[in-house]
């Protein structure tokens, strides 16, 4: 399936009518083994996209900007397309990919791989489903290159044994895209042609088990999850919404002097 597509901050974002769409989409791709290659999924709201584009991340940058599939998670993007395409466009977030992908994947019966925070999510995940491996890394820091080598290797070894058709990253930004660039790059060292999607989804799996709340719809829907989250968490979001907000705004008026692209 085919998505148009516009381009910010030099990522291409799909324009789809809902995440139903994205979904049947990458069903069809995994049923053709996603043509034998390694292909990633990211969900980009504000933060992600000001975070992708600090000096320090360049080869995230570069790595993830040739991502397959790129979803408009959050609703600056939105509005920032908006007013430099005239495009109208829906949100498309991770947290409501997963639960339909994730039924599909099951009735599919695929082998499915998880890196994830903690245990609880580790075990309810293998409950569920027998057709999953999961994993939880020990807290480690971006710059442990050692430790996360290892980890790679040994989530990689097992996507291998298991032909596993998923590969879903629970982790915070950038750890879970230095550890799915690592692992792609291991499988594809591995000649491992079996095909397979990365999808990094952050805290989409805490909020499928209940165990974190999402905003209600009308924070979603207006633009104000942000809000709703800070008043939640606000020690650990505060320079978030300040400092990193800030940042998005300066790169989205450089965003809307650019040449325009829509493919």
């Known amino acids: 399936m085919n998505f148009n597509k516009v381009t910010l901050f030099g990522f291409e974002f799909i324009t789809a009518n809902d995440v139903g769409e994205i979904t049947d989409a990458l069903m069809q791709a995994a049923a053709a083994h996603f043509d034998g290659d390694v292909n990633f999924l990211i969900t980009l709201n504000a933060f992600l996209v000001v975070n992708f584009l600090d000096k320090k991340n360049k080869t995230l940058l570069e790595k993830y900007k040739q991502s397959a599939y790129v979803l408009p998670d959050g609703m600056p993007i939105i509005w920032l397309g908006k007013m430099r395409y005239k495009v109208e466009w829906n949100r498309l977030t991770g947290s409501d990919l997963f639960p339909g992908l994730w039924k599909e994947v099951k009735e599919k019966k695929y082998h499915a791989t998880f890196v994830l925070p903690n245990n609880l999510l580790a075990e309810s995940f293998n409950k569920e489903y027998n057709l999953c491996s999961s994993f939880v890394p020990k807290f480690f820091n971006p710059d442990e290159k050692e430790y996360i080598q290892s980890f790679a290797e040994e989530v990689a070894d097992k996507i291998i044994a298991s032909k596993s058709r998923f590969l879903f990253l629970g982790l915070t930004f950038p750890k879970q895209e230095m550890l799915g660039a690592k692992i792609a790059e291991l499988l594809k060292e591995k000649n491992y042609n079996e095909g397979i999607l990365i999808l990094c989804l952050g805290a989409s799996f805490e909020f499928y088990f209940d165990l974190k709340k ?50």
Do not use: C, H, M
């Open 214 to 263: 999402r905003a209600p719809l009308f924070f979603q829907k207006t633009g104000l999850e942000w809000l709703y989250r800070f008043a939640l968490e606000p020690k650990r979001l505060w320079k978030r919404y300040t400092v990193d907000n800030i940042r998005f705004i300066n790169l989205s008026i450089k965003e809307l002097t650019r040449k325009r692209q829509i493919n």
